[in-house]
């Protein structure tokens, strides 16, 4: 009996969390209640505080679940062999974000967790501090890490110029994170991936040393899908 009260448990902290996602999205953080999330799920209030002891410890706690539902996802997204960025190239990385930008918009949680934390997280807050370094910077699975990693592991390889990495990974986190969040918006009135595709590739023209073969330019989007096939070399 124990154990099923303690699975029973599980699955209710899961339903609250998700509840919580969804008002958090649509009606904002600061005006959702902990009875709002409980009528919602036709739960008591008290039974929502049994779980969370305050709304913050809710919040914090559904985006530790999210960021573990991404970071499960970029790294299935990683070539097979690497459990890291640590050997990547630019290509590589600047595909992954796009096959990512793709899951979110596939996925009805994921552009909720997107729109939360864009509208509704007070990131200024110090309890949102480590949070925040692991959404962007973890070296493992944090996207603006694997865009300044990758343009390191260029530059070393000769294979880019010698630019700085931090300069070039904020651009195409910004790109990334502006067409993300205006196809959610519905205000991009051209294709996501095709869109983030040629952002990237004129980044990649931009920085990258020609090796003797065509760059790539004239044709869109081109220069980035005949070069990530080789780099994750070093």
């Known amino acids: 009996m124990a154990r099923r009260t303690k699975e029973e448990a599980g699955k209710t902290r899961a339903r609250i969390l998700a509840s919580a996602l969804s008002l958090f999205a649509k009606k904002g ?44 996802q970029i790294t299935a997204l990683l070539p097979a062999g690497e459990t890291s960025f640590e050997g990547l190239s630019f290509p590589v990385v600047a595909d992954m974000m796009v096959r990512n930008a793709a899951q979110i918009i596939g996925d009805a949680k994921g552009t909720a967790f997107f729109l939360l ?12 501090s480590s949070v925040r370094e692991n959404l962007l910077r973890n070296p493992r699975f944090g996207p603006w890490a694997a865009f300044r990693t990758a343009v390191e592991n260029d530059v070393k390889a000769g294979r880019a110029s010698d630019v700085d990495p931090v300069k070039v990974a904020s651009v ?63």
């Open 117 to 128: 934390i864009h509208e509704q997280v007070k990131w200024a807050d110090a309890s949102m």
């Open 172 to 234: 195409c986190i910004s790109i990334w994170d502006g067409l993300v969040h205006s196809r959610i918006a519905k205000l991009l009135l051209c294709d996501l991936e095709e869109t983030l595709r040629d952002a990237y590739d004129a980044v990649w023209q931009a920085i990258r040393i020609p090796t003797g073969g065509a760059s790539g330019k004239g044709k869109p989007g081109k220069g980035l899908e005949k070069e990530k096939e080789n780099g994750n070399e070093t």
């Open 29 to 72: 953080y600061e005006r959702t209640t902990f009875n709002d999330i409980a009528s919602r799920l036709k739960l008591t209030k008290g039974a929502v505080y049994w779980h969370f002891e305050s709304k913050e410890a809710l919040l914090v706690a559904l985006l530790d679940e999210m960021l573990a539902k991404f970071r499960r």
